[in-house]
T-cell receptor, first 117, second 111 residues
Framework: ETGVTQSPTHLIKTRGQQVTLRCSSQSGHNTVSWYQQALGQGPQFIFQYYREEENGRGNFPPRFSGLQFPNYSSELNVNALELDDSALYLCASSKGGLSPDSNQPQHFGDGTRLSIL | QKEVEQNSGPLSVPEGAIASLNCTYS??????FFWYRQYSGKSPELIMFIYSNGDKEDGRFTAQLNKASQYVSLLIRDSQPSDSATYLC???????????FGTGTRLTVIP
């Protein structure tokens, strides 16, 4: 069974730039959720994708956007990067069934550590 | 308001002791709770989940859920130095598809 994989592992950008982070879901999982984890904090929900559509969003501005592809992999795009965007970005996949719900365990990838200079 | 709260610690226990990690939540519309272990610089790893009131045991780990008191805990028996990590409590709630995480409790097991 293939787990959740994320790329790249580390990334350094400057303010104002744009970044794309990628995630492949665990085999058998059709739902992908993205989280941002700042140092010393718990993960904060950015958004979730199910059947290639956004299925819930946390308190993040529109410059955070995403995609899900037919193979259930997903991208997170962040425009106009700010210093506060420096964090560990985590992708988690889960089984959605007929519809996703928060009862399903979410399994995380190794994350992408993004540093903004 | 859906919130999950944890004591950030640090919590130190001697090797072989029982470590008790606690979590409270604010919304009675809870469905499920998850405990994740996160080593420094790594991503969260799912170790337990619980849906119903009562205890659930898996090896050295026991999760306890009390919905009336809005309280969930994780007990680690025979603690080992390799258990030293940050433990994140996460809740799933009706009407939301995502998990709500606490800030984590840092556990140190002293050899």
């Amino acid at each position: 069974e293939t787990g959740v994989t994320q790329s790249p592992t580390h990334l350094i950008k400057t303010r104002g730039q744009q970044v794309t982070l990628r995630c492949s879901s665990q085999s058998g999982h059709n739902t992908v959720s993205w989280y941002q984890q700042a140092l010393g904090q718990g993960p904060q929900f950015i958004f979730q994708y199910y059947r290639e559509e956004e299925n819930g969003r946390g308190n993040f501005p529109p410059r955070f956007s995403g995609l899900q592809f037919p193979n259930y992999s997903s991208e997170l795009n962040v425009n106009a990067l700010e210093l506060d965007d420096s964090a560990l970005y985590l992708c988690a996949s889960s089984k959605g069934g007929l519809s996703p719900d928060s009862n399903q365990p979410q399994h995380f990838g190794d994350g992408t550590r993004l540093s903004i200079l | 308001q859906k919130e999950v709260e944890q004591n950030s610690g640090p919590l130190s226990v001697p090797e072989g002791a029982i470590a008790s990690l606690n979590c409270t939540y604010s919304d009675r519309g809870s469905q499920s709770f998850f405990w994740y272990r996160q080593y420094s610089g790594k991503s969260p790893e799912l170790i337990m989940f619980i849906y119903s009131n009562g205890d659930k045991e898996d090896g050295r780990f026991t999760a306890q859920l009390n919905k009336a008191s809005q309280y969930v805990s994780l007990l680690i028996r025979d603690s080992q130095p390799s258990d030293s990590a940050t433990y994140l409590c996460a809740g799933g709630f009706f009407g939301a598809n995502n998990l709500f995480f606490g800030t984590g409790t840092r556990l140190t097991v002293i050899p």
